[in-house]
């Protein structure tokens, strides 16, 4: 049968996207809810047939442990409160999946994992382009060559935060839930493309940021950041991320032999991938996949088989070392070695 998740916040992305994913899951189905709001929540237990004793309010979560029907919780809370309710789901006897940013700093990462392994469950942060066709194509092909030897990277990912407009984004400017601003939120997609697109960890990170400070969303937490990573192979990846131009997600990998360009990289749906050379460009059309249900269905399967995720807790924790040390080397202006 199918494995049981708890989702914990009904905000934007989880009622907007991860819910209705659930359909299209081979693994994995909603059997509990955690919120604030009581009335929002019966509502979607009604709306996704989740028995009322299963909703939870945060102050009653703990007893989530004595639920047989949930088997994972779905951590989808602002980012400085990932730990938090990781480290309690943990000590609850359930598997976690936890959204990115995996946490705010490197200590709490490294508690969420020591809760985890305590507790002997599976611990996933959900990187969810790793489970999408698109990137996992790029991947595939850059393994066997068919770019050649790769030489650099560029990645762009930002977005107008609106926090006045929107719910979602009010707490996106608040360092304390936030933990920091577009980098923390959007471009640490770029950081992990860079990542997953050479297979290689970096050594050696420069940055600079600039803010507006007379902009009232940017009193607390960064706007445009940019930062480029140096890999062992000697390949230079070149990062903008910012919370004030206007929508680009996207990737492109330059290898000896040619391009890949992913744009979007790591949007929700309708992703394009072009490779090009000298002698022309193609663009490969591949079949769009439900990423939120792949990624869902993994770690159903972590949690059944015993098996350790594509993304667990430690790939969370090297890009919170790595925003880290990009923070480091803005306020510096100097490389920091990683
Ligand atoms: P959101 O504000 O819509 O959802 C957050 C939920 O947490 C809300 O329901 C809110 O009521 C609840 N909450 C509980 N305590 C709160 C508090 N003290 N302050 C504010 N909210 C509180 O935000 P979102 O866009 O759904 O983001 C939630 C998480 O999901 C974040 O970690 C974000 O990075 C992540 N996210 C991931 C993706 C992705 O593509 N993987 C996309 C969007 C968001």
Request: neutral net charge; hydrophobic residues 35%; glycine residues 8%.
């Amino acid at each position: 049968g199918k494995l049981g998740f708890a989702i914990v916040g009904l905000g934007k992305f989880a009622t907007q996207q991860i819910m209705p994913s659930f359909k299209d899951c081979k693994h994995a189905r909603i059997t509990a809810l955690v919120s604030g709001s009581p009335d929002k929540a019966k509502k979607l237990a009604q709306e996704y047939g989740v028995a009322e004793k299963s909703v939870y309010s945060y102050e009653n979560f703990n007893s989530i442990k004595d639920n047989p029907e949930v088997d994972i919780v779905y951590i989808i809370l602002p980012n400085s409160m990932h730990a938090e309710y990781t480290i309690r789901a943990a000590q609850a006897g359930k598997h976690v999946l936890c959204e990115k940013p995996m946490a705010t700093s490197v200590e709490d990462c490294e508690k969420m994992i020591a809760a985890c392994n305590k507790a002997g469950k599976k611990l996933m942060i959900a990187y969810r382009a790793h489970y999408e066709p698109f990137n996992l194509d790029a991947m595939e092909r850059i393994r066997k060559g068919e770019l050649g030897k790769l030489r650099a990277i560029t990645s762009d990912h930002g977005r107008p935060v609106k926090p006045t407009e929107e719910k979602a984004d009010s707490w996106r400017v608040v360092k304390k839930l936030a933990g920091g601003g577009s980098l923390m939120d959007i471009g640490i997609y770029a950081l992990n493309a860079c990542r997953y697109l050479t297979g290689e960890e970096p050594v050696e990170v420069t940055a600079q940021e600039y803010s507006d400070k007379s902009d009232p969303r940017f009193k607390e937490v960064e706007d445009n950041i940019h930062f480029t990573l140096r890999f062992p192979s000697g390949v230079l990846a070149s990062c903008t991320s910012s919370y004030s131009y206007s929508e680009v997600k996207r990737g492109r990998v330059f290898g000896d032999k040619a391009w890949l360009d992913l744009d979007p990289l790591s949007d929700y749906y309708e992703h394009n991938m072009k490779i090009g050379d000298d002698k022309g460009k193609e663009e490969p059309k591949l079949k769009e996949g439900n990423q939120f249900a792949a990624e869902l269905d993994h770690m159903a399967e972590c949690a059944r088989d015993n098996k350790t995720p594509k993304t667990p807790g430690e790939e969370g924790l090297k890009d919170v070392r790595y925003i880290m040390a990009i923070y480091e080397a803005a306020k510096k202006g100097k490389a920091v070695k990683v």
